[in-house]
């Protein structure tokens, strides 16, 4: 079946503006997570949503940074007054979830954020 | 210190070498373990999950201690296509949610 999906693949932008990241989770699948990975470096948890449940903000770096997820489908990582410091790597994935677990998580291929 | 760390690398080995990669981390509520492997460029991959008891998955041997908060890798007759950077992640337990992951150690197999 169709994979974690992300779009766009690549994205450039100018300091100060506005993105918008979308992810497409695995069908069925109730818990999202977004990560963050800079050059080099390793993944950086930034927020998950498990069903109708308040999502787990306690990754985000700034108040620039917002998520979104409608049910348990698409997500929206939205970047305000964007700074150099945001290029990376940005990565969703999903998985099956019961509470207090871990399950796998499929990631998608990531949006490369830059930031000029 | 971080909640998860790894000997960044890398690791140059010849084709054939057994390459083995350790990993501790810092929360002894940690409840799962997994090895993730991602090449460069590309999004992490589930390589195997890590099993109390041990376990193997062909050429690939995981291991936990848990009384030492220690993870291991093992991988036996490399192959060039093991090439990447191999991530040790932690679920951190109950009632939280998100992975932790380490920074990964990066394997270059050489001919």
């Known amino acids: 079946g169709a994979g974690v999906s992300q779009s766009p693949s690549n994205k450039v932008t100018e300091k100060g503006k506005d993105v918008e990241l979308r992810c497409d989770p695995i069908?069925?699948?109730?818990?999202l997570y977004w990560y963050r990975q800079r050059l080099g470096q390793g993944l950086e948890f930034l927020i998950y949503f498990q069903g109708n449940s308040a999502p787990d903000k306690s990754g985000l770096p700034s108040d620039r940074f917002s998520a979104e997820r409608t049910g348990e489908s698409v997500s929206t990582l939205t970047i305000q007054r964007t700074q150099q410091e945001d290029s990376a790597v940005y990565l969703c994935a999903s998985s099956f979830s019961l509470a207090g677990a871990a399950r796998t998580q499929y990631f998608g291929p990531g949006t490369r954020l830059t930031v000029l | 210190r971080k909640e998860v760390e790894q000997d960044p690398g890398p690791f140059n080995v010849p084709e054939g070498a057994t390459v083995a990669f350790n990993c501790t981390y810092s929360?002894?509520?940690?409840?799962?373990f997994f090895w993730y492997r991602q090449d460069c460029r590309k999004e992490p991959k589930l390589l195997m999950s890590v099993y109390s008891s041990g376990n193997e998955d062909g050429r690939f041997t995981a291991q936990l201690n848990r009384a030492s908060q220690y993870i291991s890798l093992l991988i036996r007759d490399s192959k060039l296509s093991d090439s990447a950077t191999y991530l040790c992640?932690?679920?951190?337990?109950?009632?939280?949610?998100?992975?932790?992951f380490g920074s990964g150690t990066r394997l270059q197999v050489q001919p």
């Open positions: 992640v932690v679920s951190p337990g109950v009632g939280r949610r998100a992975l932790t």
């Open positions: 929360n002894s509520a940690s409840q799962s």
């Open positions: 069908s069925g699948h109730t818990a």
